[in-house]
């Protein structure tokens, strides 16, 4: 157990940001209201998952919903600490420790306000190693753990708890129902996990890679180096492209943000043109018509001066932004993880080529 | 308690397909399913509502959805059963006994094949004295009573509990919605009640209304005399016009049965035309271009020789059918009530005036 400090939350915010691949929010507010919780002397604990208990029982937390309504509606910190325990009061359990669906945005720290709020740690782990748009692209879905049940809350007071669903696929179309009604915003408990499901599925130290990944932009910055080379390094990735954003469609739709982008090269890249499309997060990224990376590869687009990451949100025209792609965590990359995270779950009728292994 | 015989449930489905205004659902599958668990020995017990002790809870059932889906999509009659149960274990309660939401239609029984799963009786009581097609639109809703928990159960096994909300108004959109993604029809139990508030909120005995009118309907039949006329005479009604179907426009849309059809006058009424607007129920019927008669007037639709009530999705060209208004219960013709349930409620821009004070 490591009391985490302010300037690991910091780099959290950082990284978590760059592992979204564009989705999971913008950590922005979570780190505004992370800020006050610790100068209001509220600390957070995180727990190595091996730490856990066979038996314990483990929370997993998002904020559900569109990222461009996250964004502008601004939620109390509050709100993910009350999923948690409306879930308890519906298990009649306590839970010993909350985590993170998904590493990725403001996901990445939500698990941290409801840890402030709650006096329980973080556990050290997601089921996404990076942020995805629906219920069933986790590595518990992959692992066939029981999708049920959720909580989902509003800020109006409204809270629903989805007790049974037939399927992964069947909680993603009645929590995200729910959700849109809402607003396209929710704060939500998933199904809860057990110690043993999480060190078994879980996908383990995903906080703490962040927070690394944050430390090394940051130190980057200041020694006046690339810090998207220090991104590369930290996570062996590839840079793929540079170049300005000349277009971006938008639509929340359905509880998503949905849309593309285009961005003409830059330098080295003058003369080419790519375009993404998302769904939250980026999804496939195409050159004259053809992909050139797609999910479960971590698809991320930095400000190409900062190395700070650009969401689906707040992408917008004229930015300088460098392309670069990470990999992603072994359980995707499975026929069966493909199934719940490769282009084909996306709708898109092309096969996963990962960068990293051409 | 009086034990419900084949005789009264037989007589039930008739009367609350008339009290269902068009809606409510067919009760149809609903009579089928009790005759079958007549057939092997299940009986229903009808309770009056005063017999409940104040602090007795009563599950308030219903099914949830558009006609035209109940009628083609049918359910096992034990999943209105589970409703009650799930709602059991979420509130760590036992119900003394059961009632429909509403009195209308499929709905008038539903709280019978409960009842008769669950070996517990059913209140002679409902909270609409018809049937209406939103959360909001009950007498317990007018007395301000909570709207929340609800239970929604679908047959693959999807189990949704709403546990709170903002209003009864907001209760209608998450249950909306979560039955329009269940395939707009859901098994429901609605805020459970105490003794108290059906005695003071529930409108009290309108299941044997119910069985009354049936037996009159049936009665007429047997002694070929006019059904129509036996009913305006067990119900203080009104005959407004007779005519054959002409027009029937019919769409499945946000969970709702909407639509119109038109009715060209015949007899008396020759040369006459009505429309009526549907959404779920008959909700107002025009005459050139001015309302004739407006929910919460009951609007009844029945076919002109046997008096039997026609639905909003069983209405079909060709039908020879005679238009009766039937009056409503107190409860709704308060500001309060009219609030809920009047023709501005369904988003007509027009007074309600009721055919039985002008």
């Known amino acids: 157990m490591k009391q985490l400090t302010l300037v690991d939350i910091e780099a959290l915010a950082v990284g978590a940001w760059i592992l979204g691949t564009g989705g999971g929010g913008s950590p922005y507010h979570a780190l505004l209201n992370l800020r006050r ?17 066979d038996d314990d029982l483990v929370a ?18 509050r709100l993910i600490a009350r999923a948690v325990t409306a879930m308890e009061e519906h298990l009649m359990r306590k839970f010993k420790a909350v985590m993170a669906v998904e590493i990725g945005g403001g996901n990445g720290m939500q698990s941290l306000l409801a840890a402030a709020h709650l006096k329980i740690p973080v556990v050290d782990a997601d089921a996404m190693g990076r942020a995805y748009p629906e219920a069933q692209m986790t590595s518990f879905a992959v692992g066939d753990l029981a999708p049920f049940p959720l909580t989902s809350i509003d800020p109006r007071g409204n809270e629903v708890v989805i007790g049974r669903v037939a399927s992964w696929k ?23 996990r057990t110690g043993a499901e999480v060190k078994k599925w879980g996908i383990p130290r995903t906080t703490t890679k962040a927070i690394k990944l944050g430390h090394a932009v940051t130190q980057a910055r200041q ?10 390094e930290a996570e062996s990735g590839v840079r793929l492209f540079s170049g300005k954003v ?3 469609e938008r639509r929340t739709t359905e509880g998503f943000l949905r849309g593309r982008t285009v961005i003409d090269g830059l330098g080295n890249d003058r003369g080419g043109r790519i375009e993404i499309d998302f769904q939250n997060e ?5 050159r004259d018509g053809r992909p050139v990376v797609s999910t479960p590869d971590l698809i991320c687009v930095l400000d190409t001066e900062s190395g700070e990451a650009i969401g689906t949100e707040t992408i917008r025209y004229g930015q300088r932004t460098t392309l670069i792609a ?14 719940h995270v490769g282009p084909r779950a996306f709708g898109y009728d092309i096969d996963f080529k990962s960068v990293f292994r051409s």
Not at 175 to 189: N, P
């Open 223 to 232: 020694r006046h180096a690339d810090p998207i080379e220090a991104i590369l």
């Open 170 to 192: 069947w909680m993603e179309r009645v929590s995200r129902k729910v959700c849109t009604e809402f607003g396209s915003i929710a704060a939500t408990c998933k199904a809860p």
């Open 60 to 77: 997993v937390v998002s904020v559900m919903g569109a990222p461009l309504v996250i964004l502008e509606r601004t939620v109390d910190s």
């Open 282 to 286: 980026w999804v496939v990224v195409w």
């Open 37 to 53: 919780l610790y100068a209001e002397g509220e600390r957070v604990s995180l727990m190595d998952p091996d730490d856990l208990r």
């Open 326 to 339: 990470l990999p992603a965590s072994e359980v995707f990359l499975s026929p069966r993880g493909l199934e």
């Open 246 to 248: 000349t277009e971006v």
